[in-house]
């Protein structure tokens, strides 16, 4: 109770005839992330985004949008890479975690899994198994490889990076990760 009281008094009450922007950019210089977050808290479905947004330079609404393609991207992630030990790595797949794998590439190699948000529809298998390094660095495909306008023709750098060896994700194997330098020898 004493830490609130503490941080009720160390902001300034926004006086009737302030700077409103002013105020905004001195709060967010000095905690960013909290600032931000507080800001958004202020919002929901019935806030009128028209006339805030109306008002932003097209510079800001250039990157308003991308922000928001990149947020709405990012949820729709169903894994994580979990980086881990080989021993850790070869633990049984159940419903929320896949059978374990190693990296391979230019930057060395390393073993971890794919821990599922929940258990995986029959999209998110066929994605998983097809698409594993976009898996490895994003939770799922990349955008291009869930188009369902067919818009699919291009590679990713996933796949670019899988075509020239800067990442390959590969199933335990202890003779392939032997051959790909990956395997820890022991001591």
């Keep these: ?111 971890g899994y794919f821990k599922h948000k929940q258990a995986l529809t029959e999209d998110q298998k066929y994605w998983l198994e097809n698409h594993m390094e976009c898996c490895y660095y994003h939770g799922q495909p990349c955008e291009r490889h869930q188009d369902e306008n067919g818009n699919q023709d291009e590679d990713c750098e996933c796949q670019l990076g899988k075509e020239y060896s800067s990442l390959i994700v590969r199933e335990l194997d202890e003779e392939e990760e032997k051959n790909d330098g990956v395997w820890e020898e022991e001591a």
Excluded at 23 to 30: A, L, P, T
Excluded at 62 to 78: G, V
Aim: include cysteine; aromatic fraction near 10%.
């Design 1 to 111: 109770m004493q830490q609130m009281d503490k941080n009720k008094k160390q902001q300034k009450p926004l006086r009737k005839n302030a700077n409103l922007t002013k105020h905004i950019k001195e709060r967010i210089k000095s905690d960013e992330k909290k600032c931000l977050k507080q800001i958004a808290g202020g919002f929901d479905e019935y806030t009128n985004y028209h006339e805030l947004v109306k008002h932003l330079s097209k510079y800001s609404l250039r990157e308003l949008k991308d922000a928001i393609a990149d947020i709405e991207f990012d949820r729709k992630r169903f894994t994580q890479w979990i980086t881990c030990t080989r021993k850790e790595a070869d633990k049984p797949e159940t419903e929320i975690r896949s059978q374990g794998y190693y990296t391979w590439g230019e930057f060395g190699g390393e073993y």
